[in-house]
């Protein structure tokens, strides 16, 4: 095989364009500038979802030194070998098992089942209401399955692929649910067909599909599906069309929205595509925005389905919760530093004071060794790469190897948010990357949330994880619903 050509077909190590790219030694940013192509659809691309049009691949495979046929050849083996995990493709797991719930459930709480559950973040939200309990939760990866046990004891924690799981295996011994919330990957969404066609065993169904089959056994009161805003419009609209009619045609009348967690106190600027299904006849009402952020904007682009505020009554809302807000009381580091104590030289936020709770000692308060070339970057690091002097740096998206604004909530963490490359992750004041710990409360995780696996591997989960705070006010307008 040349440097840069592929393995065979049917070979498990076959060079997607991610691949071939990390051979090559190439950044992302680097590959998308020599190839021309829109960043967007890079990460799609590489994500395994459908390959753009408009010469893209012949464009890439130019620069990647192979044909146009190998690389579709390679995505082809990619979609079709791989399953979807985390916001990118992972291999499935070596082994699956089960934990079984360390307590038992209390009466008088609303039973949930978490599909793709991830570390819990979502249904510990809903936890956080003091309505809901959760039962049951499924995931591919066992790190993930491993947090999300340890967090919630009253719940079998299930680690395998959903594809090879019964509904009534997934069920056994768990009270049944009667909220099913989850968050399938977005691979497969432009895949959807119409719901009559689907059994439980067909090979050809795609996660999405499963968690409709689950909610369409199960049939709880209400359901709950969160995803990325990119579902808007992917396939030019489609893929939504298309999930809706499946819910519909299950029986349960749909409401969906775009939500601003900053618009809710969480010191960040993450949106999520949400939707909520009830019983017919019942009327889901979206829970109104608590904090107001100047001049937020949405992703949801030309569709209106978001909740904003109007500023004709900012006035009666809290500003949004800043950066600074949530980790002025964790103490200073340099480079390779770590703590485990607090600062009692500061009165904590309202916000601090909510995340720390009862605890004594600081975990995860960590930050990234870092070379002395980066550190040069980030003595010079602004709140965009064009603040760095020309030449330190040879490409990046704009918000590469930048600080984050003191004053303003955080933009969307990525999984990579301890490395300066990553998106706009460095410390507003000190020379380092942002530590796990300060992830988490930009995050909204408590710090008594127990994250469990290596550094890396809990970095990953803090980044991926859906914010608490999208389950507990999801769940509070819920609550109201069912009661």
Known sequence: ???????????RGSQDIRSLRLAAGLSFGELAQRAGVDE????????GLDLPGNGFVERVAVVLGVTEGDLRQAHRQLQQMATPGEGYLTARPEETFVRVARKQPKTGLVPILDLFCGTGG????FEQTGNYQVVCGIDLLPDRIATFA????????????????????????????EVVIGGPPCQGFSSIRPFRTLTERDPRNNLFEYFALFVDALRPRCFVMENVVGLLTN?????????????????????????????????QRRERFILVGTKEGVT?????????????????????????????????????????????????LASGESA?????????????????????????????????????????AGYNISSLPKGLVSSGFSSCYSRLEPDLPSV???????????????????????????????QGFPDAFEFMGTRAQIVKQIGNAVPPLFGRIIGNSLARLIE
Not at 159 to 165: E, L
Not at 235 to 262: D, H, P
Not at 412 to 433: G, M
Request: proline share 6%.
């Open 1 to 11: 095989m040349e440097k840069h050509g592929l393995m065979k077909a049917g070979s």
């Open 40 to 47: 967007t659809d890079l990460r799609k691309a590489e994500r």
């Open 122 to 125: 979502f249904s510990y939200g």
């Open 150 to 177: 340890v967090n919630h004891a009253a719940a079998k924690a299930i680690c395998c692929d959903i594809k090879s799981i019964s509904i009534d295996e997934l069920c056994t011994g768990c009270p049944k649910p």
């Open 235 to 267: 396939q030019r609209g489609r893929s939504l069309k298309g999930v809706l009619s499946v819910f519909e045609n299950v029986g349960y009348s749909i409401s969906w929205r775009v939500l601003n967690a900053a618009l809710y106190g969480l010191p």
């Open 284 to 332: 889901f009402e979206w829970p109104e925005p608590t904090h107001y952020l100047k001049g937020a904007k949405s992703m949801a682009g030309r569709f209106g389905q978001k909740c904003e505020v109007s500023p004709l009554f900012c006035d009666d809302l809290k500003p949004a919760n800043t950066v600074m807000g949530a980790i002025h009381d964790l103490p200073a």
């Open 340 to 380: 485990t104590d607090y600062r009692d030289d500061v009165e904590p936020t309202d916000y601090e004071r909510q995340l720390r709770g009862d605890c004594k000692v600081l975990t995860l308060h960590e930050a990234t060794r870092h070379s002395r070339k980066m550190l040069e970057i980030i003595k010079h």
């Open 412 to 442: 969307t963490l990525t999984v990579n948010f301890v490395h300066p490359a990553s998106n706009k992750c460095i410390h507003p004041t000190q020379d380092r990357a942002l530590t796990p710990r300060e992830g988490a409360r930009l």
